[in-house]
């Protein structure tokens, strides 16, 4: 009989990795410190949709980016070739390496690399050319149609903005995308294949027909006239998801290349699972048996014990099917010590940023540890009796987070577990 859980190598023979930058471009704030402080201070990013007429949709909410200007970050010109999902991936990827204070130059360009995730990509581009063939003629397309659209220009832009020319890809694993970018950087560095990553995820889905079709699949929340509100994870009243759009973006680098140039370090990247329930294309399996085993993979990854986490940042998306079966998971990888670790989910105040959500999720959660303070669950107002942990509602609680994870799961059965730890010299 083989083991159902792999063995892994040696942790002593495997590199360190550390985080040393982030940037974050968020429906709650542009900057990293503007979504930090919005997370612990528990600020709703939720409203009514702005950037197009929601008026013949049933769903009209959305936790939009508010605010970003791109000029900032690129020329006019260059902007107007990106879509909006590039175009967060960039920005937040410059703060990030501002950040790091990391200096990419022909000494060290080809050992830094990118690897940023998104699970749609141009939506919005599709949508506006398709309108440009229908109305106009295909002649009137646009010749930057196809680079514009496709998911790995976030990574590739990214690179060209940014000078690194060490391995580059992109994730596209639906809601696990960011997460999956974030792990797959980690492995690039234990490999050797780099000495740093900018790595993360990115979305800008909230369109027209992004929000039709995810409503139409009853995956939304309907609470139009409450927004603020909409977004319920754990909650018995929560009635589906609220999309987000923005960009999360960590930089990652091999111990002692972060130390040869003096980079200040947040924290340590320990652990990464990664399984699939391959159960059924939308619907998680029951009991959670998938996301158990990615959390323990990526705990015996870590080389922790499930009483060595203090914090859990959840996939908790706010919709019927997965929130309890998150829990399930939970207590399936981590039992007893289930009922001891802080849980939360930060798409209360964001939204849901399908495969950037990951990239802000591993923000947060490093956060928490550099600065050991969870933020809460906001709107958790009665606990459906299936979600019995400590979801930390409301309010954001002081805490010595020690260790961490960050859950990610997405269509098709991705589950995405990332391990974080305060850094110990």
Known sequence: MTNSVRQVPDLSQRPRVVVTGMGAITPIGNTLSEYWEGLISGRNGIGLITAFDPGKHDCRIAGEVKGFDPHKFMEKKEAKRMDRFAQFAVAASKMAIADAQLVIDDLNAEQVGVLIGTGIGGLKVLEDQQEIYLNRGPDRCSPFMIPMMIANMAAGLTAIHSGAKGPNSCSVTACAAGSNAVGDAFRLIQGGYAK?????????????????????????????????????????????????????????????????????????????????????????????????????????????????????????????????????????????????????????????????????????????????????TINLVEPDPECDLDYVPNTSRQLVVNAALSNSFGFGGHNVTLAFKKFVA
């Open 196 to 376: 740093a990553m900018i790595c993360g995820g990115t979305e800008a889905a909230v369109t027209p027909l992004g929000v039709a079709g995810f409503a139409s699949a009853k995956a939304l929340s309907f609470r139009n006239d409450d927004p603020t509100h909409a977004c319920r994870p754990f909650d018995k009243d929560r009635d589906g998801f609220v999309m987000g759009e923005g960009a999360g973006i960590l930089i990652l680098e091999e111990l002692e290349f972060a130390r040869s140039r003096g980079a200040r370090i947040y924290g340590e990247i320990v652990g990464y699972g990664m399984t699939c329930d391959a159960y059924h294309i939308t619907s998680p399996v029951p009991g959670g048996l998938g996301a158990a085993r990615a959390i323990s993979l990526c705990l015996k990854d870590a080389g922790l014990l499930p009483s060595d986490i203090s914090y859990i940042n959840a996939h908790g998306t706010s919709t019927p099917a997965n929130d309890p079966t998150e829990t399930a998971a939970i207590k399936k990888a981590m039992g007893e010590e289930a009922y001891q670790v802080a849980v939360s989910s930060t798409k209360s105040m964001t939204g849901h940023l399908l495969g950037g959500s990951g990239g802000i999720e591993a923000v947060a959660t490093v956060m928490a540890i550099a600065h050991d303070i969870i933020p809460p």
